[in-house]
């Protein structure tokens, strides 16, 4: 394997490791309340704002990464990121109470917010095909999301909720350690820049409809997505009777719906190498509000066909803003940006959830939580309208020296 393949496979895993972290007491809620002695009726609920300090860290510690990353060095953070991240989850697993889950929580969120603007920025170096690569790297992610659930339940089934946390958290430690010693080598170089990426020095022009449609993009899907990722497994516990009842089966059924949406990301991600932006925006843009209101009135199988269905619309999103990213920003400023989009995505998502606690203890039930969200969706369609028809870099194909696999 070539350096430049070994780099992007440690990026493509630190997306995997981020996105399942930050997805693990989604799973393991329920358990670790129960093992609190706290109701089985409103444990969920209750253990659910525990978690929101992570998620708004998530978000607010990411312009403080790509500060350091700019002054210090992209490859020594992800370093920080993956043995940091690790560490924090062993740590959380010693908890003895709700307030000391949310600390070790919050302290994850903390390392978590590394990876996005540091890492992504890192799959964007050199230009080319900016889109197949996060196409790419957004399928790991997202398979970080498919697996939390699974990897979780079942530790859960055979477990505890604990171990859910040490397991992975040794693993990144690992994966931190193997990076570390492969950047002190010296092959963790980025890859040669494109000639179009050399002389891509300013913001291009209509940058300012550009971030505009970004910003609309990152508040109401972070929105979308933030309540989606966290709320499904939880959904299919309930509303699957038909199907099972077993926690290791929903959370495998659950993951099944991230892994295989998932992929959209990299259709959309060729699409947008090859096509005008703008378009496949609008088009994955209208089938969130579409299948995410069908997600309100349907249990068992339907829901699950038609919950796979909302996911890879709101998946097949997440390319498209860093692309566009890509083709108005220039590199010195893309962390930044970044870290500034991140923030509002995950400030938001964590606000999501605090909606979705409310509206599930107000006794609003699954209904009012998916029409909550098809309504916020809709917000994406006008960002698609916003977004300029073309840019100066909209067929910027050029392929990479060496290729991301």
Not at 231 to 260: C, H, K, N, Q, W
Request: charged share 10%; proline share 4%; net charge neutral.
């Amino acid at each position: 394997m070539t350096a430049q393949k070994l780099r992007m496979l440690f990026l493509n895993f630190g997306h995997f490791a981020d996105h399942l972290f930050m997805l693990i007491f989604a799973k393991a809620a329920l358990s670790a309340g129960l093992a609190f002695g706290l109701a089985a009726d409103g444990a969920y609920a209750e253990m659910i704002p525990y978690g929101v300090p992570s998620l708004i860290l998530f978000g607010a510690c990411a312009p403080l990464a790509a500060h350091m990353a700019d002054q210090w060095s992209r490859n020594d953070m992800i370093v920080v990121f993956f043995i940091g991240i690790g560490l924090a989850a062993v740590a959380t697993s010693f908890a003895t109470s709700p307030l000391e889950i949310a600390v070790g929580l919050a302290v994850l969120g903390v390392f978590a917010a590394i990876y996005h603007p540091v890492g992504i920025t890192m799959v964007i170096e050199g230009g080319g095909r900016v889109g197949w690569r996060l196409g790419i790297n957004g399928v790991w992610g997202n398979m970080g999301v498919a697996a939390a659930p699974l990897i979780t339940g079942f530790i859960l089934a055979a477990y505890d909720w604990r171990l859910a946390f040490v397991i992975p958290g040794v693993v990144s430690v690992a994966i931190g350690i193997a990076y570390w010693v492969f950047v002190r080598s010296g092959r963790a170089v980025a890859p040669e820049a494109t000639a179009r990426e050399k002389a891509h020095v300013g913001f291009a022009p209509g940058w300012q409809r550009a971030m505009l449609s970004v910003a609309l993009v990152t508040i109401a899907g972070g929105f979308v997505f933030g309540a989606m990722t966290f709320i499904i497994p939880r959904m299919f516990e309930v509303r699957l009777p038909g199907v099972s009842t077993d926690i290791a089966i929903t959370g495998l059924l659950a993951g099944i719906v991230y892994a295989v949406a998932a992929f959209a990301q990299m259709i959309v991600g060729r699409a947008i190498d090859k096509r005008r932006v703008k378009p496949i925006l609008l088009t994955v843009a209208l089938g969130q509000p579409i299948f995410i209101g069908f997600m309100a009135i349907q249990i068992d199988y339907a829901l699950f066909a038609v919950s796979l269905l909302a996911m890879a619309f709101v998946f097949g999103q997440i390319p498209i803003s860093d692309a566009v990213l890509s083709r108005y920003v220039p590199d010195q400023w893309r962390a930044k940006v970044l870290s500034v989009k991140f923030l509002l995505n995950l400030v938001v998502g964590g606000l999501a959830l605090m909606a979705a606690r409310t509206i599930l203890a107000s006794g609003g039930g699954f209904e009012m939580v998916m029409t909550m969200l098809a309504i916020a969706a809709c917000f994406i369609v006008l960002a698609g309208l916003v977004l300029p028809a073309r840019s100066g870099a909209e067929l910027d194909t050029t392929s990479d020296p060496q290729p991301a696999e």
